[in-house]
T-cell receptor, first 107, second 114 residues
Framework: AQSVTQLDSHVSVSEGTPVLLRCNYS??????LFWYVQHPNKGLQLLLK??????LVKGINGFEAEFKKSETSFHLTKPSAHMSDAAEYFC?????FGKGTRLSVIA | EADIYQTPRYLVIGTGKKITLECSQT?????MYWYQQDPGMELHLIHY???????EKGDLSSESTVSRIRTEHFPLTLESARPSHTSQYLC?????????????FGPGTRLLVL
């Protein structure tokens, strides 16, 4: 069986502070891991994907995610939040979508 | 840049109407998907296809149907729309057989059934 859990339904940060969006998963085989972002009234956009080449994956717009097999996690981070980062973020494991985390950025 | 298109982008119709949501991709991808997303809620897979003449139901039961007569085209049909069908419908495609199947999404169709 496989599952994906986004631990926070809503995260609120101040502009310029770090962002951490958490994702844990279970998979019976080596997982394919993705983060997608969905801005209001827009389609889904791929942020980054884990391809097993490196555990730290760099994505667009300054986002990164680290694959930690021992912790079965693939948390998304960004050193400094920007107002334009406010959106819904989805962790995807083997094609299975998490419930999403809404990121709010406060000026 | 992904080339996957959905039409219409927005649709308002009355109860009982038959509608077809169009999805096309020009990447030659074998796998295509339809997701349903209610406002503020998670995505649910309602249909997918591995290729021409292949259609499967997803995790969420849906009254819609799909067809896959051509690789690039994966339309979704509601025979008789109801207000409960009001939602956003997202189409996606991916290249089957790769170790990492990145899904590329269309812009979505927002459906309102009155």
């Amino acid at each position: 069986a496989q599952s994906v859990t986004q631990l926070d339904s809503h995260v609120s940060v101040s502009e310029g502070t770090p962002v951490l969006l958490r994702c844990n998963y279970s998979s019976s085989y080596s997982p394919s891991l993705f983060w997608y972002v969905q801005h209001p009234n827009k389609g889904l956009q791929l942020l980054l994907k884990y391809t097993s080449a490196a555990t730290l994956v760099k994505g667009i717009n300054g986002f990164e995610a680290e694959f930690k097999k021992s912790e079965t996690s693939f948390h998304l981070t960004k050193p400094s939040a920007h107002m334009s980062d406010a959106a819904e973020y989805f962790c995807v494991v083997n094609g299975l979508f998490g419930k999403g985390t809404r990121l709010s950025v406060i000026a | 840049e992904a080339d996957i298109y959905q039409t219409p982008r927005y649709l308002v119709i009355g109860t009982g109407k038959k509608i077809t949501l169009e999805c096309s991709q020009t990447m030659g991808h074998d796998k295509m998907y339809w997701y349903q997303q209610d406002p503020g809620m998670e995505l649910h897979l309602i249909h997918y296809s591995y290729g021409v003449n292949s259609t499967e139901k997803g995790d969420l039961s849906s009254e819609s149907t799909v067809s896959r007569i051509r690789t690039e085209h994966f339309p979704l049909t509601l025979e008789s729309a109801r207000p409960s069908h009001t939602s956003q419908y997202l189409c996606a495609s991916s290249e089957h057989g790769r170790a990492v199947e990145t899904q590329y999404f269309g812009p979505g169709t927002r459906l309102l059934v009155l």
